[in-house]
């Protein structure tokens, strides 16, 4: 079957197996931010966007895909260049192991592209379904409240 859509910004066009879940070509792609995690949706640690949502790839038939846009954590910098969430995490300890780090941050980019004000209720609701074993979620909170602060008050200014 023969699917084509938008993988951090370049156009793929792809012979796919029926069944194939979209974690399994990105993990054949070389793409490692998207974690092999439970395979059920309920850890987070395969997150991308999907059309700038937040999904598991592990839940999503890469079939379903066709002619949509999709964006894992390997579109947002480099190493010379981080986004603004990498950055605050890296400033605030915020990754530890790092196994759930890119979910958390492509869930929280994805509350951001929403583009109205957030608050730590939300913050916290936009995390619930990224499973980390050891940050206690609140550097991740107190890392993503900072760029938040900071994104709202440059829009203000300009």
Do not use: W
Not at 3 to 11: D, R
Not at 43 to 62: D, P, W
Not at 131 to 136: D, N, S, Y
Request: charged share 25%.
């Amino acid at each position: 079957m023969i699917v084509q859509f938008e993988l951090n910004g370049k156009l793929v066009k792809t012979d796919v197996k029926p069944g194939k879940t979209l974690l399994e070509f990105l993990r054949d792609q070389q793409i490692h931010s998207v974690k092999h995690g439970c395979d059920h949706g309920e850890c987070g640690a395969c997150a991308v966007l999907l059309e700038n949502r937040s999904v598991n790839a592990c839940l999503i038939l890469i079939h379903s895909v066709d002619g949509k846009k999709i964006e894992t954590l390997e579109n947002f910098s480099t190493h010379e260049h981080l986004h603004p969430l990498q950055e605050s995490f890296l400033q605030a300890g915020a990754a530890q192991c790092g196994y759930c780090t890119p979910g958390m941050l492509l869930s929280l980019e994805a509350l951001d592209r929403e583009g109205h004000p957030v608050d730590e209720a939300e913050l916290r609701d936009a995390l619930n379904g990224n499973l980390c074993r050891c940050t206690g979620y609140v550097k991740p909170i107190e890392a993503a409240q900072k760029v938040f602060q900071n994104s709202k008050k440059t829009e203000a200014l300009s």
